[in-house]
């Protein structure tokens, strides 16, 4: 035991160089209160105390943080011409979405299918259909829109079908009502 003491001893002294890592800041509660001051002059509310505190709650997995924040920059008023209120709005929307909200998901898809000319994006579509199988029934209007619209190819819609086919999927006036806009055929298209 003797022998090894010199190690031991370097080991202690070593042990006490290393320090604690500090205690973790406080949480904050979704409902903080986000200042928009600072929006005016670009600054995002990302990097003001309550934003800074959400945004690290958000990343760190709370669906209800990111709500909050992409709920912030979708109410705020006016034009703020130094933010990019939707990138930001966006961005926390598809972190909730992509963590199983179906709210996030669903106003993600709202702002990715932009271009009413074009299909609805893949992103989109699958967010909608994410949410229409959470219960959101506003997701089924629009994918009938969408699909009687001509604006989503019949391929994309096999399991979704599948899923409808089944008894339970949802409450059976709402299912009956997405089967049959989706067995009625598409609108004709007039392009100029």
């Not at 904050?28 to 002059?41: D, E, F, K, Q, Y």
């Not at 709370?62 to 939707?86: Q, T």
């Not at 598809?94 to 702002?111: F, I, P, V």
């Not at 899923?163 to 392009?191: H, K, M, S, V």
Request: glycine residues 10%.
């Amino acid at each position: 035991m003797i022998r090894h003491a010199p190690a031991l001893i370097g080991l202690l002294a070593l042990a006490g160089c290393t320090q604690a890592p500090p205690p973790p800041s406080p949480p904050c509660a979704v409902g903080t209160s986000l200042p928009t001051a600072g929006l005016a002059r670009g600054i995002p509310v990302e990097d003001t105390p309550g934003g800074h505190c959400l945004a690290d709650r958000a990343e760190a997995g709370d669906n209800d943080a990111a709500l909050r924040l992409g709920d912030f920059y979708r109410e705020l008023p006016g034009i703020l011409p130094l933010i990019d209120r939707k990138g930001h709005e966006l961005h926390w929307y598809r972190l909730a979405g992509d963590r199983g909200s179906a709210l996030g998901g669903w106003r993600a898809a709202l702002l990715i299918d932009n271009d009413r000319d074009r299909q609805v994006p893949n992103d989109a579509l699958a967010y909608v259909i994410a949410a229409l199988k959470a219960g959101i029934p506003e997701a089924g209007d629009y994918l009938v829109d969408q699909w009687q619209d001509g604006r989503i190819d019949p391929g994309k819609l096999w399991s979704l079908r599948r899923w409808l086919n089944q008894p339970g999927a949802l409450p059976a006036d709402q299912r009956a009502e997405i089967i049959a806009g989706l067995n009625a055929p598409t609108d004709e298209l007039e392009y100029e």
